[in-house]
Nanobody, 123 residues
Framework: QVQLVESGGGLVQAGGSLRLSCKAS???????????MGWSRQAPGKEREFVAV????????YYADSVKGRFSISGDNAENTVYLQMNRLKPEDTAIYYC?????????????WGQGTQVTVSS
């Protein structure tokens, strides 16, 4: 099993910054290989959307149009940790942010999810 633990959420004023972290671990974690990790978010009354993804091999990244130029995803393979640097935050970025990991190797699904961390941006 793989556990994902997020941290770094909180309350910030519009225009401010936050950095989210997500560390993967587990009693049998050494039996798994991470192929990609990502951050998704869900705001009240809205569908969950992926905002940033990083492939563990090669480091290629994907960003949703809504966060391009403001958010940056990075990963530390040695620490099995993924980060989301969020700059120039807007009230519409308010949501619960979830970390996800893909250990299937199919690049078609994420099979592990964190519990989520709340990000609130005040206007």
């Amino acid at each position: 099993q793989v556990q994902l633990v997020e941290s770094g959420g909180g309350l910030v004023q519009a225009g401010g910054s936050l950095r989210l972290s997500c560390k993967a671990s587990g009693r049998t974690f050494s039996n798994y290989r991470i192929y990609r990790m990502g951050w998704s978010r869900q705001a009240p009354g809205k569908e969950r959307e992926f905002v940033a993804v990083i492939r563990w091999s090669g480091g290629s990244t994907y960003y949703a149009d809504s966060v391009k130029g403001r958010f940056s995803i990075s990963g530390d393979n040695a620490e099995n940790t993924v980060y989301l640097q969020m700059n120039r935050l807007k009230p519409e970025d308010t949501a619960i942010y979830y970390c996800a990991a893909d250990t299937t190797g199919t690049y078609r699904q994420y099979n592990y999810w964190g519990q989520g961390t709340q990000v609130t941006v005040s206007s």
